[in-house]
């Protein structure tokens, strides 16, 4: 299993340790790296990454700051020359703290408690379904009978099998609670359910009578999620 990764590190010399660690593991795949955590960011909603190496202090944005301003669902393990800062990182859920400069087998603990955690939560029970706000109740949704979710304006109206539900909710609330193995955004305003797509022609995805866009932004994410669903 390949495990993408990307490095958040504005020391030259650092980053190309981090990068030579990473690249004698087979395993890893190293899809970025990065100067500074505001770049990182627009990276990390576009694309799959599963373990993150990030350096503390940065400019502009540090990365403490992006722990605590953003919900990061990857493996963040934390490369930083200052120690004070161990305690803020676990209370983050930081996997792993490693103060510069590590060795490599230092370097390869984290990556194995990394593994470890990945692995365990894609052997975990699958999610059968959500519960979906919607006017002032909680409308059960479950995820075999969704098509597809489409943005309206302020609201996302959810097109299951048998029912339309309306809802407040963010495209990111539903990317944070369905599993990215279920669904794959292909457009700002369109969610897919990756089961239910019948054809792909050029742009668009049928589902149903229904054909959706693929945009730009996604295009690169949902192509190689379609290449690895199923395996």
């Keep these: 299993m390949k495990i993408n990764c990307i490095i958040i590190e504005d020391e030259p010399l650092a980053l190309e340790r981090t990068r030579s660690y990473v690249l004698k593991l087979p395993f890893l795949h190293l899809l970025a790296s990065f100067e500074n955590a505001v770049d990182a960011l627009a990276f990390l909603k576009t694309n799959r990454v ?13 990365g403490i700051q992006l722990l605590e301003a953003v919900k990061i669902d990857n493996e963040v393990i934390i490369t930083t020359a200052f120690p004070e800062y161990a305690l803020k990182g676990y209370e983050l859920h930081v996997t792993d703290y490693l103060l510069k400069p590590f060795t490599f087998e230092r370097f ?3 990556v194995d408690r990394a593994q470890a955690n990945i692995s365990k939560n894609e052997n975990s029970p699958e999610k059968k379904f959500i519960f979906v706000k919607t006017e002032y109740r909680l409308e059960k949704l479950l995820l075999d009978d969704l098509l597809y979710i489409e943005g309206m304006r302020d609201y996302r109206r959810i097109h299951t099998v048998n029912k339309r539900i309306m809802t407040l909710q963010t495209f990111g609330d539903f990317e944070q609670e ?54």
Excluded: N, W
Aim: glycine residues 4%; proline residues 3%.
């Design 50 to 62: 599963d373990i993150v190496f990030l350096d503390i202090r940065m400019d502009e944005l540090s």
């Design 108 to 110: 390869l603990q984290a």
């Design 178 to 231: 369905i599993p990215a193995g279920i669904i794959c955004r292909v457009h700002k305003s369109f969610i897919v359910a990756l089961d239910k797509i019948e054809s792909i022609e050029r742009d668009r995805i049928r589902i149903g009578e229904t054909l959706i866009p693929i945009s730009e932004t996604y295009r690169k994410q949902f192509f190689e999620r379609i290449h690895h669903s199923g395996k």
